[in-house]
Every structure is written in structure tokens, then in C-alpha cells.
């Protein structure tokens, strides 16, 4: 009979950019800025009605089946 691990398995860190600094503060090391690259499945902002021209205040839920809940400051008799 063969045992599972109970170890996670090894990750590949995620590929980054790398940029050397114009404009160093000092002249000690050369300092280098690391940007993770965007990942393929990222949450994106939606850009749409509830995002433009509405106050803050207007809060969009979504309920049972289709029902969608509009709430302003905390009352949802819109």
C-alpha cells in the first residue's frame, strides 16, 4: 500500500517585470522594482450603469433567482 503526503505541492512563483530605478537615492546598491504580471483569471472592474453617474449611496444586490435589490443608505424602499 502506498501513504499520500499530506504536503502541499510546490508553486512556481508568479513571473514578474523587473526594472532598474532611474533616479537612485543613494549610490550603495543599484535598486531594482519587481511587478507581478496581471493574472488570466483576475477579477476586472465592470464599468456600467451602477458604476457611473449614481451616488455612493446606491448599494446593488442581487437576491433570490433574478431578484435584484437596490438599497439607498439603508432602506430598501426605492
Do not use: C, F, W
Not at 532611474?22 to 476586472?44: A, G, M, S, W
Not at 456600467?48 to 433567482?65: A, D, I, W
Request: glycine residues 6%; hydrophobic residues 25%.
Amino acid at each position: 500500500m502506498t501513504r499520500k503526503t499530506r504536503r502541499k505541492k510546490a508553486e512556481p512563483e508568479a513571473p514578474r517585470t523587473v526594472k532598474e530605478v532611474e533616479h537612485q537615492p543613494t549610490d550603495k546598491p543599484v535598486l531594482k522594482v519587481e511587478t507581478p504580471e496581471p493574472q488570466k483569471y483576475e477579477k476586472r472592474a465592470k464599468v456600467g450603469t451602477p458604476t457611473l453617474g449614481r451616488s455612493q449611496n446606491y448599494v446593488e444586490t442581487v437576491g433570490l433567482g433574478k431578484l435584484k435589490v437596490i438599497t439607498v443608505n439603508g432602506t430598501t424602499d426605492v
